[in-house]
């Protein structure tokens, strides 16, 4: 799957901004890469719903979840950012974390500084550890890539709703020291907040979270994150809360003995298309035998003609 983990930071070189809407299973994934996007990412809050059904609260661990993210990662060739939440344990998890998705063709990973059991960074009652932990833990993922051109490394610190945005900024500023290469301040509340940020990070690599509905970030435009100076956007549950709604939706109208609205729905020639039909079609003909396939056409035209 090599060919799957582009260079993050030449990705980053060849576009102004990345927005990150976040696929929580493979289907999702092909259709974020048919609508355009250069990128997408595999967020634990949509991860842990859709698949799982479960909140964004330590319910799962790495082999669940590279579980999931082999498929996903398996159905589109867009390079991808992955969620480590903690690093699933110390720095020898952190080492095994990196190797299971350096192996998967992952293009970049982040990990974040909260204190076991983490939860979702939009949550209340979260905890961050000591920053030399999270330094520490830094460093094994440096050691761990197979290659360090293949592997991007976002830290993220959690560390603004605990103790403020001055202790945030201070850790951001170790991880990066410490070899992370990009940073990611989660859950600032206000545009003061998201400014002073940008302008302490100006021209690094910086990620914002937008959890729209319900997060504590509030919704600004992309345009106007980038001239604040955060060059990815992940959007981890834009897709997820969108998709929940349509499924809760089409279970009202089967209950209440409503067809589905053709309007709010795609046909199945659609949906086949989107799933590559003519693909595994060409393939199934190409397993027939010569003679077999000469003799399917000729028995199509003939019904043609009669």
């Known amino acids: 799957m090599q060919h799957r983990q582009r260079n993050w930071k030449r990705l980053l070189k060849q576009h102004k901004q990345l927005l990150l809407p976040s696929a929580c299973d493979a289907l999702t994934a092909k259709l974020i890469q048919q609508a355009g996007f250069p990128a997408y990412q595999i967020g634990g809050f949509a991860l842990d719903g859709m698949r799982f059904g479960f ?39 952190v080492v095994h974390t990196v190797h299971t998705y ?56 959690d560390a603004l709703a605990v103790d403020g945005l001055k202790d945030a900024i201070s850790r951001a500023e170790l991880y990066l020291k410490a070899g992370a290469d990009g940073i990611y301040i989660e859950g600032p509340e206000n545009v003061q907040q998201l400014r002073a940020i940008g302008k302490e990070f100006k021209g690094e690599p910086l ?28 959007y981890p549950a834009t897709l997820l809360f969108r998709q929940t709604k349509a499924v809760l939706r089409g279970l009202e109208d089967l209950k209440a ?22 693909y595994w079609k060409a393939i199934e003909q190409k397993a027939v035998p010569l003679g077999e396939r000469v003799r399917q056409v000729v028995n199509k035209l003939v019904k043609k003609i009669a």
Not at 55 to 65: I, N, Q
Not at 210 to 223: A, Q, R
Not at 263 to 275: D, H, T
Request: hydrophobic content about 40%; glycine content about 8%.
């Open 55 to 93: 909140p964004d609260m330590d319910v799962t661990r790495l082999g669940e979840k590279s579980a999931t993210v082999r498929d996903i990662v398996h159905a589109s060739d867009l390079p991808v950012l992955v969620d480590c939440d903690d690093g699933y344990g110390d720095e020898k998890n």
């Open 102 to 157: 350096d192996d998967l063709g992952v293009s970049a990973i982040f990990m974040e500084d909260q204190k076991s059991p983490k939860k979702c960074g939009h949550m209340g009652g979260k905890e961050v550890v000591e920053p030399k932990v999270m330094v520490n833990k830094l460093r094994a993922a440096q050691s761990a890539r197979r290659n360090r051109e293949n592997l991007f490394i976002l830290a993220r610190t």
């Open 207 to 234: 990620a914002v979270t937008i959890l729209e509905n319900g997060g504590k970030t509030p919704w600004v435009s992309p345009e106007e994150m980038c001239a604040m100076g955060f060059n990815m956007v992940l």
């Open 257 to 278: 003995g409503r067809p589905m609205p053709k309007q709010e729905s795609v046909s199945m020639m659609e949906f086949e298309k989107i799933v590559d039909i003519a």
